[in-house]
């Protein structure tokens, strides 16, 4: 029997590695490779096949939720597992929108993290129990305000990461190679997109959609 061919993602080592440890004796699994965010994962997927991606939602770079949209429109063949530290409804309803196959928090077990893997791998969706309850719970007003939520450019999400990550505007401007008056009108855009009044609500916003922890 085909082993199925699996990549990791998670920027944070010491779960990576933990993740691999877990699995790499597994019979049934190969693991073709690691990544520490969604670029790197893509790269791997340029010289070598998978069936399924492990992967956490905060990364740098590309984060989980932008990588399942790639992978999902150019790669709908391999199954995605989300394990993260995100139990927020709104995360996981988006993540359900986009059409993860599983989503299970970073305190689950081998076991649970396994029988993800096989259910998913045979056609079945996997979602621990408290991610589903988190779900039902709040399916309708998630699914409303997801409805509404503008969705941000690749420029204008790095600039979101990188206020939420306590940078200023000299700072991002430097990381960027865009002018400090640029990085300003990307701020205005998206306090007028978020409907934010200043940059706690970036903030908040920023982690309420799993862009940071």
């Known amino acids: ?10 920027d944070h080592t010491m779960f ?31 010289i070598q096949s998978a069936d399924m991606v492990i992967l956490d939602i905060s990364m740098p770079e590309m984060d989980g939720i932008e990588l399942s949209k790639i992978l999902k429109k150019e790669y709908p063949f391999i199954k995605i597992i989300i394990v993260s530290t995100h139990s927020n409804a709104k995360i996981i309803s988006r993540l359900i929108r986009i059409g993860v196959n599983g989503y299970l928090l970073k305190n689950a077990e081998k076991a649970e993290l396994l029988e993800a893997i096989y259910s998913v791998a045979i056609g079945k969706n996997y979602f621990s129990e408290e991610v589903e309850e988190q779900y039902q719970n709040n399916s309708l007003k998630i699914e409303k305000q997801i409805s509404n939520i503008t969705e941000l450019s690749s420029r204008e999400k790095e600039i979101l990461i990188l206020i939420a990550q306590e940078y200023n505007t000299a700072e991002i401007a430097e990381k960027t190679f865009i002018s400090f008056n640029t990085v300003n009108t990307h701020r205005r855009n998206l306090l007028s997109k978020l409907n934010a009044k200043n940059t706690a609500g970036l903030v908040k916003y920023a982690v309420e959609n799993g862009l940071v922890d």
């Open 16 to 46: 990576l590695q933990g993740i691999v440890s877990l699995i790499e004796h597994e019979s049934g699994i190969k693991i073709i490779g690691k990544a520490v965010n969604g670029i790197e994962v893509l790269n791997i997927l340029k």
């Open 1 to 10: 029997m085909e082993k199925l061919k699996l990549i990791i993602a998670d």
